[in-house]
């Protein structure tokens, strides 16, 4: 009696240790800790069958065996539960994971790949007889005012390169003010057209049919060459598979600016750092380029006069509702992409030209003004033209695609929750390390790639929390200029929208049927 008692104390701690209450002969007192409704049913039904079989009077070693197979049974169970939840979030956790390195990949790979061209990328060098020389190029350059000490400045450093010629189109009301300028300059070799209103499409198109040479160059109003930019820009054009060359750019640093002058003057560096870093590599890649800059950039004229590129540069459509009259650097690109004609970008000291950008608030409404350039060019260029899909795969990636995809503010903050998710488990020392390694690698990708900046200026070191606050506010001018895509207004500079109206121009199909017809007929007669 003794041992009987014993043993079925011992069966009771035993079935406590697995989650189960004692039972007795007529039921059980307690569900199971850990089963769910179908595993209560199933060992019901088999405590039943157990009881119909044998009755209820068995003995004591018999009852005493189906408490240690009910309770083998409910740690079975326990355990599979335990094992299937391991399983989830072991499952669960990859998930995390790869989507931590995916997104990292895609967010920092161009970076990788883009600082490793970069370093690679080599100038076309100038040939020993080469067989375009300055002889063979014409300047033009658009101006709105016509005169001023800028532009003065700008044609003093073209002439010292010694092109064939210079061909300065202003508008009618500023005609006489270039006139005097030019007189005072005492050159032969600056003509100066106009047209009726400021814009530099038409500006564009009034000088094409007056050049004479094989290379026609065009220049903002606000640059200035170094004395041996010609040469170098001519040499990838030696090759008549190219249709157009570009020059990287830098700021030019104004003397002794106001502590927020240097801030903006600091910003618009940073961009034309970042520009030419993003050319220079993406040329390496594939030959591509998200736009060949209209600051200087050089086209073989045969292109520019061609019937088709003229209608084209003053017929383009944007949606297929508007006329568009801004934006003519990017047409220009494309038209070349989408001909098969190779673009270059000659990235060497020589060819580096230096320009001027806003110094004051004004310097945010040029920022919206070329967001929305380039939201309008890649879309174009990605979903109506589509040809950089094959020939420009690596610029599609890195260049193009972050018109839709790069939010800093945005892809920074699901970095760091997917890294602090990813590492929930660690301990608490190693997390943190993580964490900051993730922060200061996104510290180095925000100022590596202007490095070049930083070495030249090495006291705007201390700017660059100013850098990467406004990398994160820059979000904002995009999602502004996403939603105002059908405004062209510069409002950087004065006089320069009294043409906006004309910069883009709703169409009506009986319209654009219209002119299609006309552009028929002209093509017929010729």
């Not at 008549?240 to 030019?252: F, H, I, M, P, S």
């Not at 004229?301 to 088709?308: E, F, P, Q, S």
């Not at 995809?405 to 997390?431: I, K, M, N, P, R």
């Given at each position: 009696?003794?041992r009987?008692?014993?043993?079925?104390?011992?069966?009771?701690?035993?079935?406590?240790?697995?989650?189960?209450?004692?039972?007795?002969s007529?039921g059980?007192?307690?569900?199971?800790?850990?089963?769910?409704?179908?595993?209560?049913?199933?060992?019901?039904?088999?405590?039943?069958?157990?009881?119909?079989?044998?009755?209820?009077?068995?003995?004591?070693?018999?009852?005493?065996?189906?408490?240690?197979?009910?309770?083998?049974l409910?740690?079975?169970?326990?355990?599979?539960?335990?094992s299937?939840?391991a399983?989830?979030?072991?499952?669960?956790?990859?998930?995390?994971?790869?989507?931590l390195?995916?997104?990292?990949?895609?967010?920092?790979?161009?970076?990788?790949?883009n600082?490793?061209?970069?370093?690679?990328?080599?100038?076309?060098p100038?040939?020993?007889?080469?067989?375009?020389?300055?002889?063979?190029?014409t300047?033009v350059?658009p101006?709105?005012?016509g005169?001023?000490?800028?532009?003065?400045?700008?044609?003093?450093?073209?002439?010292?390169?010694?092109?064939?010629e210079v061909?300065?189109?202003?508008?009618?009301?500023?005609?006489?003010?270039?006139?005097?300028?030019?007189?005072?300059?005492?050159?032969?070799?600056?003509?100066?057209?106009?047209?009726?209103?400021?814009n530099?499409?038409?500006?564009?198109?009034?000088?094409?049919?007056?050049?004479?040479?094989?290379?026609?160059?065009?220049?903002?109003?606000?640059v200035?060459?170094?004395?041996?930019?010609?040469?170098?820009?001519?040499?990838?054009?030696?090759?008549?598979?190219?249709?157009?060359?570009?020059t990287?750019?830098?700021?030019?640093?104004?003397?002794?600016?106001?502590?927020?002058?240097?801030?903006?003057?600091?910003?618009?560096?940073?961009?034309l750092?970042?520009?030419?870093?993003?050319?220079?590599?993406?040329?390496?890649?594939?030959?591509?380029?998200?736009?060949?800059?209209?600051r200087?950039?050089?086209?073989?004229t045969?292109?520019?006069?061609?019937?088709?590129?003229?209608?084209?540069?003053?017929?383009?459509?944007?949606?297929?509702?508007?006329?568009?009259?801004?934006?003519?650097?990017n047409?220009?690109?494309?038209?070349?992409?989408?001909?098969?004609?190779?673009?270059w970008?000659?990235?060497?000291?020589?060819?580096?030209?230096?320009t001027?950008?806003?110094?004051?608030?004004?310097?945010?409404?040029?920022?919206?003004?070329?967001?929305?350039?380039?939201?309008r060019?890649?879309?174009?260029?990605m979903?109506?033209?589509g040809q950089?899909?094959k020939?420009q795969?690596?610029?599609?990636?890195?260049?193009?695609?972050?018109?839709?995809?790069?939010?800093?503010?945005?892809?920074?903050?699901?970095?760091?929750?997917?890294?602090?998710?990813?590492t929930?488990?660690?301990?608490?020392?190693?997390?943190?390390?993580?964490?900051?390694?993730?922060?200061?690698w996104?510290?180095?990708?925000?100022?590596?790639?202007?490095?070049?900046?930083?070495?030249?200026?090495?006291?705007?070191?201390?700017?660059?929390?100013?850098?990467?606050?406004?990398?994160?506010?820059?979000?904002?001018?995009?999602?502004?200029?996403m939603?105002?895509?059908?405004?062209?207004?510069?409002?950087?500079?004065?006089?320069?929208?009294?043409d906006d109206?004309?910069?883009?121009?709703?169409?009506?199909?009986?319209?654009?049927?219209?002119?299609?017809?006309?552009?028929?007929?002209?093509?017929?007669?010729?």
């Amino acid at each position: 009696m003794r041992r009987d008692r014993c043993d079925q104390k011992s069966s009771t701690v035993d079935l406590a240790r697995a989650g189960i209450s004692s039972v007795s002969s007529t039921g059980w007192r307690q569900r199971p800790m850990g089963l769910t409704g179908d595993d209560w049913r199933s060992i019901k039904c088999l405590w039943s069958f157990w009881l119909l079989t044998f009755g209820y009077e068995v003995g004591k070693v018999e009852r005493l065996k189906a408490h240690y197979a009910l309770a083998y049974l409910s740690a079975s169970s326990v355990r599979t539960r335990a094992s299937a939840s391991a399983s989830a979030s072991a499952s669960a956790s990859p998930n995390v994971e790869e989507m931590l390195v995916g997104f990292h990949l895609y967010r920092y790979l161009r970076l990788a790949v883009n600082l490793v061209a970069f370093c690679c990328l080599r100038p076309i060098p100038i040939p020993s007889e080469p067989s375009l020389t300055s002889d063979d190029v014409t300047v033009v350059i658009p101006t709105l005012e016509g005169h001023g000490a800028g532009l003065f400045e700008t044609l003093r450093s073209i002439l010292a390169t010694r092109p064939c010629e210079v061909i300065l189109v202003t508008i009618d009301a500023h005609f006489e003010r270039a006139q005097h300028m030019i007189k005072d300059m005492a050159t032969t070799k600056v003509r100066v057209l106009s047209v009726s209103q400021p814009n530099k499409r038409r500006q564009m198109v009034r000088a094409i049919p007056e050049v004479r040479t094989d290379i026609t160059i065009f220049a903002d109003d606000d640059v200035t060459w170094p004395s041996k930019l010609l040469p170098w820009m001519l040499a990838p054009l030696e090759d008549q598979k190219y249709g157009g060359v570009g020059t990287n750019q830098r700021l030019r640093r104004a003397e002794s600016p106001t502590a927020l002058g240097r801030a903006w003057g600091f910003l618009g560096a940073l961009y034309l750092e970042r520009r030419n870093f993003d050319c220079a590599s993406c040329i390496f890649m594939d030959g591509g380029l998200p736009c060949l800059s209209g600051r200087t950039v050089a086209y073989r004229t045969k292109i520019l006069r061609d019937d088709a590129f003229i209608y084209g540069f003053t017929h383009e459509e944007w949606l297929g509702r508007y006329q568009l009259n801004a934006d003519d650097d990017n047409f220009i690109t494309r038209w070349l992409i989408n001909h098969d004609q190779k673009i270059w970008f000659q990235y060497h000291k020589e060819a580096e030209v230096q320009t001027t950008l806003e110094d004051n608030p004004k310097f945010l409404k040029q920022c919206l003004r070329w967001s929305r350039s380039n939201w309008r060019s890649n879309i174009t260029s990605m979903f109506c033209d589509g040809q950089i899909w094959k020939q420009q795969p690596w610029s599609t990636y890195a260049v193009y695609l972050t018109t839709l995809s790069h939010w800093a503010f945005v892809w920074d903050l699901l970095l760091l929750y997917l890294c602090f998710e990813c590492t929930g488990t660690w301990e608490e020392q190693s997390q943190v390390i993580a964490m900051g390694t993730l922060i200061a690698w996104m510290w180095f990708s925000k100022f590596v790639k202007v490095i070049g900046h930083y070495i030249r200026y090495p006291v705007d070191f201390l700017l660059l929390p100013v850098s990467i606050t406004f990398g994160y506010c820059h979000g904002l001018i995009k999602v502004y200029a996403m939603l105002t895509l059908n405004v062209t207004a510069w409002g950087s500079r004065e006089g320069a929208d009294t043409d906006d109206a004309y910069r883009m121009i709703r169409v009506t199909q009986a319209e654009r049927q219209h002119k299609a017809d006309q552009k028929a007929a002209e093509l017929y007669t010729s």
